[in-house]
């Protein structure tokens, strides 16, 4: 498509719950990331994909914690047993990997917030 | 390790004033750097980039970054805001080789006031 397109825009969900947030990166983007903003914080990095492959998963913040990308297009990022401080906007991102250091196109984000 | 300081959390001008926003690095050699700009319930927009050359880069919307190897630094500038440029500010940092990801700042939530 033209642009990152991420789903859902917001998400609420009960304490303990399994949510899955969907990126769809820009076509031909070999390279695809996770980022996690928290409320006055900046960008926490979670993990890249290269094609359908994380060489970096350094970022996830726990086990809980897990992505896949299939067909080197959508990515999904999914939360099992969700606590509060989840509570985050998750934006993805894809880029043009074969250009290194090309900036990110960035989808609008997943608003979720854990209740 | 890398790290990218954004020293002022929230910063207040009145349009059409002049702008500085800071950004100091920490990084093992020159990296690729960056400034986005995210306006509210918005994605990240790349407002420009540095990689090699000229070291007064210009970007979209009139903003300008001007980087300085000596001061670890990527400051964005613009001569006159405008109301809507009010938005949250990422200097960002990249490697040239190796992991192609970016390191953000936390950001520098802009004002603007008429």
């Known amino acids: 498509g033209a642009g990152v397109s991420q789903s859902p825009s917001n998400k609420v969900t009960e304490k303990g719950k399994d949510v899955e947030l969907r990126c769809d990166p820009i076509s031909g983007h070999t390279a695809l990331y996770w980022y996690r903003q928290s409320l006055g914080q900046g960008l926490e990095f979670l993990i890249y994909f290269q094609g359908n492959s994380a060489p970096d998963k350094s970022g996830l913040p726990s086990d809980r914690f897990s992505a896949e990308r299939t067909g080197g297009s959508v990515s999904t990022l999914t939360i099992q047993r969700t606590q509060q401080e989840d509570s985050a906007v998750y934006l993805c991102?894809?880029?043009?990997?074969?250009?290194?250091?090309?900036?990110?196109?960035f989808g609008s984000g997943t608003r979720l917030t854990v209740v | 390790a890398q790290s990218v300081t954004q020293p002022d959390i929230h910063i207040t001008v009145s349009e059409g004033a002049s702008l500085e926003l800071r950004c100091n690095y920490s990084?093992?050699?020159?990296?690729?750097l960056f400034w986005y700009v995210q306006s509210p319930g918005q994605g990240l927009q790349l407002l420009l980039k540095y990689f090699s050359g000229d070291t007064l880069v210009q970007g979209i919307k009139g903003f300008e970054a001007e980087f300085k190897r000596s001061q670890s630094s990527f400051n964005l500038r613009k001569p006159s805001v405008h109301w809507s440029d009010a938005a949250e500010y990422f200097c960002a940092v990249g490697p040239r080789t190796g992991a192609n990801n970016l390191f953000f700042g936390t950001g520098t939530r802009l004002t603007v006031i008429p």
């Open positions: 991102a894809s880029s043009l990997v074969v250009s290194q250091g090309d900036g990110y196109t």
């Open positions: 990084y093992g050699a020159t990296p690729y």
